[in-house]
């Protein structure tokens, strides 16, 4: 066959490369054939794969924390369950309805006697408070927020003048987005004593800042958890 081709010349010459050409299609063919074998051993569990880059694969085993690792992954679990959640970590918008918890840290804020009006001789806190309404958490572009709408009537006693007083005050609307704009009304009643109408009256403007740091504690309480 050799003796043919090299005497055939001219425009058969090319054809004395034909052994290599005929191993590389034989070596064509096996890895065509060795493909269409594994791919009809796949069939519907294509899954059960044998691969050669199987190593790469990432190992899907449990693996048993230490106690220092288990202690950082609830630390960062517990740092983004309070306004914001895991997948949201660029911090893009997320709102959180936290009403019922906000509504009973906020009557235990004003059960812890805060400061509504404080003189010489004076001295009026708060003693408990009905809440309702609603609130939300937000993360804005990782800042956490809170923002609210409630309606909140406060009990307060205290001296006022050195002189015994006690009362309520209702805030109808108390909005987190207008805290200087607080509205205090009277709700202590006709019975209430001289020194308490007075009392009452000072604190329509006089308890303002303590139920601003009241709101602050509240969004600090809150949106730390």
Wanted: aromatic share 6%.
């Amino acid at each position: 066959w050799l003796k043919r081709t090299r005497a055939s010349g001219g425009g058969h010459q090319g054809r004395s490369c034909g052994p290599a050409r005929l191993v590389r299609e034989l070596a064509q063919a096996v890895a065509m054939a060795d493909k269409k074998e594994g791919e009809n051993k796949q069939g519907y569990t294509y899954w059960k794969r044998d691969i050669d880059d199987a190593h790469v694969l990432r190992d899907n085993k449990p693996q048993k924390l230490d106690a220092s690792a288990a202690k950082e992954a609830v630390a960062a679990e517990t740092k983004t369950t309070s306004s914001g959640s895991r997948w949201n970590a660029a911090g893009t918008w997320e709102e959180k309805n936290v009403s019922e918890p906000a509504r009973e840290e906020f009557e235990r804020i004003f059960s812890e006697e805060v400061v509504l009006l404080e003189g010489e001789n004076t001295r009026v806190v708060s003693s408990s408070a009905t809440v309702s309404g609603d609130c939300q958490a937000f993360n804005i572009r990782g800042r956490p927020r809170l923002g609210f709408e409630l309606k909140v009537t406060v009990s307060w006693k205290g001296t006022f003048e050195g002189e015994e007083v006690s009362g309520s005050f209702e805030i109808q609307e108390l909005d987190s987005s207008d805290l200087d704009g607080i509205d205090v009304r009277d709700k202590s009643g006709a019975k209430a004593s001289e020194a308490s109408k007075n009392c009452a009256a000072a604190l329509k403007k006089g308890a303002r800042p303590g139920v601003k740091k009241a709101c602050e504690e509240l969004s600090k309480r809150i949106l730390e958890r």
